[in-house]
């Protein structure tokens, strides 16, 4: 099986038979601590040792605090540092071997270089139509994603 995971707080990991047929997904659990939401480690790892997969694809992204597509300020580029970091790190805790792609080299695969964002969600849409949660806007963005990171995986 192949993980494909969209990192951060609105993040999915998504799991693929190794025919790329869709098995499972998980939005990224999180929990409040004080008053910031973090990613729930235990969630995620009883997540990862559930569905015992032979490699994980994780997007390599960075915070853009100054400007850009990802324009965020300080504490939100922070956040989403410290969840792709949570999550990179179960990873490594649960010994799975992951390779990290950029948005650029996976969107080039899945011919979407250049789509404007939302052609993820119906790339995705029309590779696995009975998954309902790809009609969520915001929650269906993600698993899109996660699904498409790891079509790149499995060379699809």
Same mark, same amino acid.
């Given at each position: ?13 998504v ?6 047929? =869709? ?6 659990? @999180? ?17 990862? $040792? ?16 100054g /400007? ?30 992951? @390779?990290?792609? @950029? ?9 979407l ?7 993820? $969600?119906? $790339?995705?849409?029309?590779? =696995? ?8 806007? /915001?929650? /269906? ?16």
């Open positions: 099986m192949i993980l494909g995971i969209d990192p951060g707080l609105s993040g999915c990991l799991v693929l038979e190794p025919n790329m047929a =869709y098995l499972r997904h998980l939005h990224m659990p @999180t929990m409040k601590l004080a008053s910031k939401n973090r990613v729930n480690g235990a969630a995620l790892a009883a997540f990862l $040792r559930a569905h015992p997969v032979r490699h994980a694809y994780l997007e390599q992204v960075g915070a853009m605090p /400007g850009g597509e990802r324009k965020m300020g300080a504490a939100s580029a922070f956040s989403f540092g410290h969840s792709a970091g949570g999550v990179e790190m179960a990873l490594q805790v649960l010994g799975i071997p992951y @390779t990290l792609v @950029t948005p650029q080299v996976w969107k080039k695969r899945a011919g270089q250049g789509k404007e964002k939302d052609a993820a $969600r119906a $790339r995705a849409i029309q590779l =696995y139509p009975g998954v309902r949660d790809l009609d969520l806007k /915001g929650k /269906g963005q993600a698993l899109a994603d996660a699904m498409l990171i790891a079509r790149y995986g499995s060379g699809a």
